[in-house]
């Protein structure tokens, strides 16, 4: 099989346990361009926190983020593809959250310089205060969300201790259903976890496939790497999922191949393996 896109996972994945992107990675991902395979990050981040990684491994083109809500262009930062959340569901997510704790809303206005909107809240995790804390500048905080309902919103999350997050959860899927997307994510950069509430349409590997198609790439010439529930739809439905060393239980059961951890170099034997099959 020739492969033509390798999809990368950031956190856990190309990142060090440190959150550095070590030499080897770099590296790895030059010698796997060179061959002729289309680099591509697929993450939950925002843009504005994937961006400086792209750059670094001298990405260009098309970068999925905020767990395919977006597909940007790395270079002008444009919206290439999107699925926002539907209006008519803005209201309850807002209110959902908002008998549990405090919401985040991401919305698409990088070159307006904000990344999420918040509200003054007694009630807001102080997992999610370390958050807003060292994100400052790119954040509006505003006195009620209900008073802002946009068309632009990425997503709507929550960040809280692993219970009360797991408890959330179960929640809104009952109430949600297949309404909207919702999971949870390990909070890797901070503590706890992150609930988060996105379009139905949106997910890594339904974007990442739209990304493929647009070039003419079919699904079993694709390569994608990761570590955590997120990625799972990718590294099943991908010519080739490999999970990293360090990824959760149910995601080593969907790959193909299991890696080295992050903390290994487990993305550079990833990497290796790839190309031997390319």
């Known amino acids: 099989m020739t492969y033509r896109i390798l999809a990368l996972d950031i956190d856990g994945t190309i990142l060090d346990p440190y959150g550095k992107l070590p030499v080897a990675v770099r590296d790895a991902v030059a010698a796997a361009r060179r061959r002729g395979l289309w680099v591509i990050l697929c993450t939950g981040r925002r843009f504005r926190t994937a961006l400086p990684w792209a750059r670094e ?12 809500t977006l597909v940007k262009d790395i270079q002008s930062g444009e919206t290439l593809r999107h699925a926002y959340l539907p209006i008519d569901e803005y209201a309850p997510v807002i209110s959902f959250v908002r008998r549990r704790g405090s ?89 706890g976890l992150i609930l988060e509430f996105l379009s139905p349409m949106s997910g890594k590997w339904p974007t990442l496939e739209a ?10 010439e694709i390569i994608a790497v990761g570590d955590d529930t997120n ?40 990497i290796e393996k790839a190309l031997l099959v390319s």
Do not use: W
């Open 57 to 68: 491994l001298e990405l260009e083109g098309a970068i999925v983020i905020n767990n395919g």
């Open 103 to 191: 919401p985040l809303v991401y919305v698409d206005t990088y070159h307006e310089n904000v990344d999420l909107i918040t509200e003054r809240c007694s009630e807001t995790h102080a997992y999610q205060r370390d958050y807003l804390n060292d994100n400052t500048d790119f954040f509006q905080t505003i006195d009620d969300l209900h008073d802002q309902p946009r068309s632009d919103v990425i997503m709507v999350s929550t960040m809280a201790d692993e219970a009360t997050l797991t408890a959330m959860y179960e929640e809104a899927r009952e109430e949600f259903g297949d309404r909207l997307r919702t999971h949870t994510l390990i909070n890797k950069n901070y503590r």
């Open 211 to 220: 990304v493929a198609a647009e070039a003419n790439v079919a699904p079993d």
């Open 231 to 270: 990625d799972i739809e990718m590294i099943r439905r991908a010519g080739l999922g490999i999970a990293m060393g360090n990824a959760a239980s149910e995601v080593k059961q969907a790959a193909d191949r299991v890696v080295r951890s992050n903390a290994e170099g487990g993305v550079v034997e990833a």
